[in-house]
């Protein structure tokens, strides 16, 4: 297989020997030191409180301090929850619970989703609105430092300003202080090259550390998941089944591992995804297109969504109103980015000045996209939907979830951390990830 280069736009030439060095298509992460500007207050030892009678079924616990580990396994579709492609998964789950969806935010894409499930709010609240932007002020978006673009307070910054000591092994964003507040205690500079199996003897060391002082109570992840391999083969591949294979030995191992340091009673373990993934048999070169008709712009992104940025001087309400009708004139949806629908959820110059939709099926694509694989398409439709399977305190075995957005992982984190959730966290925690904790309160309360 010929390696490839993914970036942002998307440039994976099939064929050709050029070679950046393959990374998630949507996914370049450096990371710039992790102490946060804040210190962490002492950690508090973490309560043992023995699991009520009766509860066996599911890991209850009446302890009011968790630890939640959150991993993310990119690009990765509920309908990958198989025993054939993540038994581990499917496994967890039965001892767990499983969501039917997490449906992600407009634009479905790997940046803007993984800062909202860390932030609990949308693009155009926390800011980091896409893979690729434009700031009319700061200029295009540097993903060496994503985490300086981010302006509503992640869970690890609201977590270590409560005192509770956070983790992360890659996560957008997480590489550093964010504007407002404090990064991880202990972050990790991106690169697509470290092996699962590394991240998780990382993950192991932390939840096992014998000093609580120096234990995390939440750690996040990032594993490659299925993105790469889906994007390059398409979503159904025997690439995607090969790729996830490994991650799924690794999965299995953690979970093996915190089963043996009985750490399921004290510790919730939450599977997610940022979005999932569709084919596209007819592909749209939008840039070319607005070109020819004359019109000088960028065109950011790839998949279901882009925006259209003109050139200095070139935006005209003319200029402007022939992009819109060019881009309508080929079949996609396409608006002024000011007359968006409110659905989109596209309030921020950062989404450029004309914003563009492609239906399930056609792609947007640049000079230099060969894939197979595609997302950014509207955040309702069932082919974006991300993953959820979480096992441990505070879910009781067996628990399906339905459909749940992805704004709600963060409260949900909080709560379980025992944290306040923040008035910009429009969504409440999911119960179905909680209901362990009533009832081991209820039992501990009529056992006195
Ligand atoms: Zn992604």
């Not at 509503?152 to 000591?165: C, F, H, L, N, T």
């Not at 964010?178 to 699962?196: A, D, I, L, V």
């Not at 991650?247 to 999932?276: C, K, P």
């Not at 230099?368 to 959820?388: K, N, S, V």
Request: proline fraction near 6%.
């Amino acid at each position: 297989m010929t390696p490839r280069s993914e970036i942002d736009e998307t440039t994976a030439r099939r064929g050709t020997s050029a070679v950046l060095r393959a990374m998630c298509i949507c996914f370049v992460l450096a990371a710039t030191g992790c102490a946060g500007t804040l210190a962490s207050k002492a950690f508090a030892t973490e309560a043992e409180a023995s699991q009520p009678a009766g509860s066996t079924a599911s890991e209850v616990s009446a302890s009011k301090q968790g630890t939640v580990v959150l991993i993310s396994l990119d690009g990765t579709r509920p309908a990958d929850v198989t025993k054939e492609r993540l038994p581990s998964l499917v496994a967890l789950a039965k001892r767990g619970a499983r969501a039917e969806g997490l449906i992600p935010v407009n634009p479905t894409n790997t940046f803007p989703n993984h800062v909202s499930l860390a932030t609990g709010v949308r693009p155009e609240i926390h800011r980091l609105v896409n893979n690729a932007f434009i700031d009319p002020a700061r200029g295009r978006f540097n993903r060496d430092a994503p985490h300086t673009w981010i302006e509503s307070e992640p869970i690890w910054s609201i977590a270590e300003r409560g005192g509770v000591k956070t983790a992360a092994y890659y996560w957008v964003g997480s590489e550093g202080p964010w504007q407002g507040g404090p990064g991880p205690s202990e972050t990790r500079k991106f690169s697509s090259r470290t092996p699962e199996k590394t991240k998780v003897n990382r993950i192991l060391d932390w939840l096992t550390r014998a000093d609580p002082a120096q234990r995390p109570r939440l750690i996040m992840a990032w594993f490659h998941g299925a993105d790469h391999a889906s994007h390059l083969s398409g979503p159904d591949s025997v690439a995607v089944t090969r790729s996830l294979a490994s991650q799924d030995r690794e999965i299995a191992r953690l979970v093996r591992e915190m089963q043996a340091h009985e750490l399921f009673e004290t510790t919730t373990l939450i599977f997610v995804s940022d979005h999932g993934m569709v084919e596209a048999p007819r592909r749209i070169n939008l840039a070319k297109e607005l070109r020819s008709a004359g019109l000088r712009s960028s065109v950011l992104g790839i998949g279901g969504f882009a925006s259209v940025v003109f050139d200095k001087g070139k935006k005209t309400p003319a200029t402007l109103a022939r992009a819109v009708a060019k881009a309508r004139g080929l079949g996609l949806e396409a608006w002024l980015r000011e007359e968006a629908p409110v659905d989109w959820h596209v309030d921020d110059p950062r989404f450029g000045d004309v914003v563009v939709r492609a239906p399930i099926g056609v792609a947007i694509i640049s000079r230099t996209t060969f894939l197979d694989g595609f997302h950014g398409y509207a955040a309702r439709e069932p082919a974006m939907a991300g993953l959820l399977v979480a096992r441990g305190r505070g879910v009781i075995a067996g628990t399906q979830l339905g459909w749940v957005s992805g704004l709600a992982i963060a409260p949900t984190v909080l709560d379980l951390l025992g944290l306040p959730i923040p008035t910009q966290m429009k969504e409440e925690p999911i119960p179905g990830l909680l209901s362990g904790l009533e009832r081991a309160a209820v039992a501990g309360g009529a056992a006195q």
